[in-house]
């Protein structure tokens, strides 16, 4: 059964994550997403792409039960980060509509869009830190560029998240809104988006390119590596363990 909901109208294209309860981004998902991306940019009467999520969250993160039967968790990482460049690089803008949560990976998702819309009340973080990992998703590289080193620091070593009004003060998030108003709210934006010249507009994304710079491939491909190494500690599984179990991690105090 398909994790993704797709419906076009006005030339704008909502894909709806449908994988409850959290809208997890499982393997799976990921993959199907890929396909979905590869059809509307070639489908000429899609202008304007609006990401949402199904349910309570938007997308509460990784699917941590397949973490327990990864075998290369650097490649995991790797093939993540691939497809959020994809959506960075798309030609068409992507607007995310965050409402409940977008955390660990729901959050570089919505991160790997051009424009991001969430409710006031959102959370957002990358908690990764809480099971004994790291972000594989390229968000430690994303994150300091939207809310600076120093914020993102924090996000990340506290696990704590932000709300969407703390986020849109940040610039992580360009508005928020009630949750009742987000979805009118992204639809009009994406509507008005998709009424500009379609070649104006790509030409537009592929400027903003420019801001990508060496550093963060590198920043990138390190991610992933650490990520991988990260996943085999003894830290790791128990955070895993711990996550599965609904109980508090009791991570090693000593330096490996």
Known sequence: MSSLNIS???????????????NALSKAVLQELDHVLTDLEKNEDVHVLLINGEGRFFAAGADIKEFTQVTNPADLARAGQQLFDKMERFPKPIIAAIHGAALGGGLELAMACHIRLATEDAKLGLPELQLGLIPGFAGTQRLPRYVGVAKACEMML??????GIEAVQLG????????????????KLAEKIAAKSRESVKRTLELLLYNHSAQFEEGSLQEAERFGEIFATDDAKEGISAFIEKRKPVFNQKNE
Do not use: G, M
Not at 158 to 163: F, N, Q, V, Y
């Open 158 to 163: 506290t696990s704590e998240p932000i709300s």
């Open 172 to 187: 992580l998030v360009n508005r928020a809104f009630k949750e009742e108003a987000l979805h009118e709210e992204a639809k």
């Open 8 to 22: 076009i109208h006005e030339h704008v294209a909502t894909i709806t994550l449908n994988r409850p309860p959290a």
